[in-house]
């Protein structure tokens, strides 16, 4: 994995890019994961796919990337999220990523938000609602449902207008 990046702080401060380059690694605020998440989703949209990406973030490091490969794999499951915490259980050799963090430019589906909640992951943040299938807030509620055991913190609306805008863009394209 090379451009290995610093982590994201649990921190939810709003920091201009140039402004976050005076704060340690482990204090750069949100946008700058995203921006990362963004720069996977161009590649999905360079390939024909719907334009999402996703990076998972442990102990200052980025430890797995993803970008919806639906088309080009021939597999329905192979949304960023996945690809992205498939890398990351890789890495860190272990399928619970429980010191872990997703970026990712849309809110997650339910199978997403499954996996999500399977990994144990400790903190999800995204860019835009998504009003069709969402499952964190939009539509559903498989992320933190109240009979499942594993909680994980949320942080939506970062950076939303660039990932929406780019999922727009790829639709309108479409027509």
């Not at 996977?40 to 990337?65: H, T, W, Y």
């Amino acid at each position: 994995m090379s451009g290995l990046k610093p982590e994201a702080s649990p921190h939810t401060r709003e920091n201009s890019a140039t402004e976050s380059s005076q704060f340690p690694p482990e204090d750069r605020p949100d946008e700058i994961w995203m921006e990362e998440a963004l720069r996977c989703a161009q590649r999905a949209l360079e390939a024909g796919e719907v334009p999402v990406g996703a990076v998972v973030v442990r102990n200052g490091q980025v430890v797995g990337r993803g970008w919806n490969r639906n088309i080009t794999d021939s597999d329905p499951t192979a949304h960023a999220e996945v690809i992205a915490l498939r890398e990351a259980g890789a890495t860190v050799g272990n399928h619970r990523l429980e010191h872990c963090e997703l970026f990712v430019t849309i809110e997650p589906c339910a199978m997403c938000a499954g996996a999500l909640t399977h990994a144990r992951v400790k903190r999800l943040v995204y860019g835009s609602d998504d009003p069709k299938a969402g499952a964190v807030k939009s539509v559903l509620q498989v992320l933190n449902h109240p009979q499942l055991n594993h909680k994980i913190e949320v942080r939506s609306g970062v950076l939303a207008g660039r990932s929406a805008e780019l999922l727009q863009s790829f639709f309108r394209s479409r027509r």
